[in-house]
């Protein structure tokens, strides 16, 4: 029995993915979670073979959990499967040690089918994503990628220093690298290219 933790936030979408692995004899749902802290909590309380996460969830997002669980060293083997079809975030997932990558139009088949690939120690990348993750490579580091994201969500400098623990010059300091490495006008377009790209 292959047995799978879900973490999604959506509760529709949620439950539409328990349900369609339920129907599959030798795969047992051992949880449900709505978000990324408490998929990490399970993670390690029930030593899943499976995880099956959305990239953005609260708390965690789907790779920084995959993260974790490598940098833990933990034996689950985690699944994305997102709506965000942009290379971007594939080449972040396979960094981050994700074992499989779909897209949730995919036909409903093709998730058991994923779920025992990476079980059995393949890996499950979306063709088309795989191809495009070989163009553009992500100019922004972790810490200009994680002051963008704040500052696109209408934090101040000022709130993102106090967030991240960092002076408020080093906040403007990343968040001109960033824009610059992305040849923004301004920290808004910065984080508008960077999304649109899967960098954040």
């Known amino acids: 029995m292959i047995r799978v933790l879900l973490a ?12 369609l692995l339920a129907l599959e004899s030798d ?25 099956v996460a959305d990239i953005e969830m609260p708390g965690l997002t789907g790779l920084e959990l995959a993260a974790r669980v490598r940098e833990k060293g933990l034996a689950s083997r985690v699944v994305i499967v997102t709506t965000f079809a942009r290379a971007g975030y594939l080449r972040r997932a396979l960094d981050a040690g994700v074992a499989g990558y779909l897209l949730k139009d995919a036909p409903a088949g093709q998730l058991a089918a994923a779920v025992r690939k ?15 993750a070989w163009g553009d490579a992500d100019p922004l580091n972790e810490r200009e990628r994680q002051v963008l994201r704040l500052a696109g969500e209408g934090l101040s400098s000022a709130d993102i220093a106090a967030q991240l623990c960092l002076s408020h010059g080093t906040v ?9 490495k992305l040849g923004a006008g301004n920290r808004i377009e910065a984080y508008r290219l960077a999304r649109q790209k899967g960098w954040l």
Do not use: F, K
């Not at 999604?8 to 349900?19: I, T």
């Not at 795969?27 to 995880?51: F, H, K, M, N, Y």
């Not at 403007?172 to 610059?180: F, V």
């Open 172 to 180: 403007r300091n990343y968040l001109s690298e960033a824009i610059g």
């Open 118 to 132: 990476v079980h059995a120690g393949g890996r499950v990348v979306d063709p088309q994503l795989a191809v495009d």
């Open 27 to 51: 795969i047992e749902v051992l949880a449900s979670c709505a978000d990324g802290s408490s998929a990490w909590s399970e993670t390690q309380r029930l030593a899943p073979d499976v995880i």
């Open 8 to 19: 999604e936030d959506q509760a529709m979408v949620r439950g539409a993915l328990a349900a």
